[in-house]
C-alpha cells in the first residue's frame, strides 16, 4: 500500500486552499528571474506571511532538477535523529510528489547516520514549507526528504554532506538533484541585534567555510534552527565542487509584522 505524507501546516503556514496557494505563489516567484544551475540553496522555513518572500526570491532563481534533496531541523523531537523520509510521496493543497526512493536508499545505504523513519517527518513544518515552491516550478520533482538532530560541531553533518555528495557523483543515483537547506535565524530578539548575528553567520557561509559558522554561532550565541542542514548542504557542495556563495535576499518578520522588539531571520542563499 502506498505510503503517503499528508500535510501538517497547511491552512497554518502556508495557505490550505489551492486557488490561494497558487496566487500566492505566483506573488513570491519572479517569472523572469535568470536561472543559476546551483548545487545547493538555503531557504527560510516561517510561515509565507513572514518569510515566503525570501524563500520565492531563492527559487526563483534556482534551476530545478529532477530531484530535490531536502534537509531541515527536527522541531518536534519525534523519530530518529537522521532520518530520510520512508513514505512514497508527499501530498500538499497543489497535489502529490513523489519520493525519490532509489536516491533515498541510497543516503541510507550509504551512510553510518542516516536512516529510513517516517516519524520524524510526520508533523515537521521545516521541510514541508519548502515543497509548494518546487512544485510551481516543476510540476513533476521528485524530493528526498531528511531531517537532522545534533548539535554545532556533531561529526555527522561532515560524513552525511560526503555521503550525499558521493551517491550525486556516483552513476548509482542517475539524475540531477539540487540541495535545499531549510533553516530560518536569529530568533526573538530585538532588530539591529538579530541583523548583527545574521550577517555574521551569513559571511561564513558565503565563504563556505562551514567551521567558520559553526565558531561564530559558539561565539555569539545564534539561534539559528537549521544550521546543521546548513553546515551539511556546504559540505556536499564542496564535495561537489562549488566554489562560490551568493545572498540573494535577507529580511525579518519585522516587515511583516511591525514588532522590532522581537524578530526572527530569514537568508536565502544560492551555492554553485
Not at 94 to 100: A, P, Q, V, Y
Not at 163 to 176: F, R
Amino acid at each position: 500500500m502506498k505510503k503517503v505524507r499528508k500535510p501538517a501546516v497547511a491552512g497554518y503556514f502556508y495557505p490550505g486552499d489551492r486557488t490561494q496557494l497558487l496566487n500566492l505563489l505566483n506573488e513570491f516567484i519572479a517569472g523572469d528571474a535568470d536561472k543559476t544551475c546551483c548545487t545547493a540553496a538555503m531557504c527560510p522555513h516561517a510561515g509565507y506571511v513572514y518569510s515566503g518572500a525570501t524563500a520565492g526570491a531563492v527559487f526563483s532563481r534556482a534551476a530545478i532538477p529532477e530531484t530535490v534533496i531536502i534537509l531541515g531541523p527536527n522541531h518536534t523531537g519525534y523519530g530518529e535523529p537522521y532520518a530520510v523520509d520512508g513514505h512514497d510521496s508527499w501530498l500538499t493543497p497543489l497535489g502529490e510528489t513523489e519520493i525519490d526512493r532509489k536516491m533515498a536508499r541510497l543516503l541510507v545505504e550509504n551512510s553510518q547516520y542516516l536512516e529510513e523513519d517516517t516519524v520524524a517527518h510526520m508533523n515537521e513544518h521545516s521541510l514541508e514549507v519548502q515543497l509548494p515552491f518546487l512544485q510551481f516550478l516543476k510540476n513533476d520533482v521528485r524530493i528526498v526528504p531528511v531531517v537532522l538532530s545534533g548539535y554545532v560541531d556533531d561529526p555527522a553533518w561532515s560524513e552525511i554532506g560526503k555521503t550525499i555528495a558521493g551517491v550525486l557523483a556516483g552513476e548509482k543515483a542517475g539524475t540531477n538533484a539540487l540541495i535545499v537547506a531549510s533553516s530560518d535565524m536569529t530568533h526573538y530578539e530585538e532588530h539591529r541585534t538579530a541583523e548583527e548575528k545574521d550577517n555574521y553567520a551569513i559571511e561564513s557561509i558565503l565563504a563556505l567555510d562551514e567551521q567558520l559558522l559553526a565558531r561564530r554561532i559558539y561565539e555569539k550565541d545564534i539561534s539559528m534552527c537549521g544550521y546543521g542542514p546548513v553546515i551539511t548542504a556546504m559540505i556536499a557542495a564542496k564535495n561537489l565542487g562549488a566554489k562560490e556563495a551568493s545572498l540573494v535576499k535577507y529580511t525579518t518578520s519585522a516587515e511583516a509584522s511591525g514588532n522590532y522588539s522581537q524578530v526572527v531571520g530569514y537568508a536565502g542563499i544560492l551555492i554553485y
